[in-house]
């Protein structure tokens, strides 16, 4: 079993910045890949970016490049989120996440954390 709890939403301006946090705690190995994903009002979840945890290789999707960073923190089994230059479209719930390798499904969710940007 793995356990991931996030932090770090909140309110923000158009162009502020928001740092993430997910803790994971239980069964996790150095193998794993740790996601995060959103869900705005009236759309589906989506993805956002990656992490693998054996070689720190990532992915972002389109609206997050240039302007997310995702990273982890080997010390404190803690991934994070850091959003720059956020937008109203950014307004959603992350979820971070995890999945034992990139050939199957992200399988233990956190339970979110809300993200509000306002115009």
């Known amino acids: 079993q793995v356990q991931l709890v996030e932090s770090g939403g909140g309110w923000v301006q158009t162009g502020g910045s928001l740092r993430l946090s997910c803790a994971a705690s239980?069964?996790?190995?150095?193998?794993?890949?740790m996601g995060w994903f959103r869900r705005a009002p009236g759309k589906e979840r989506e993805f956002v970016a990656s992490?693998?945890?054996?070689?720190?290789?990532?992915a972002y999707a389109d609206p997050a490049k240039g302007r997310f960073t995702i990273s982890i923190d080997n010390a404190k089994n803690t991934v994070y989120l850091q959003m720059n230059s956020l937008k109203p479209e950014d307004t959603a719930v992350y979820y971070c996440?995890?999945?034992?390798?990139?050939?199957?499904?992200?399988?233990?969710w956190g339970q979110g954390t809300q993200v509000t940007v306002s115009s």
């Open positions: 996440a995890v999945r034992q390798s990139d050939y199957v499904p992200y399988n233990y």
């Open positions: 239980g069964r996790i190995s150095r193998t794993y890949t």
């Open positions: 992490v693998r945890w054996t070689d720190r290789s990532t």
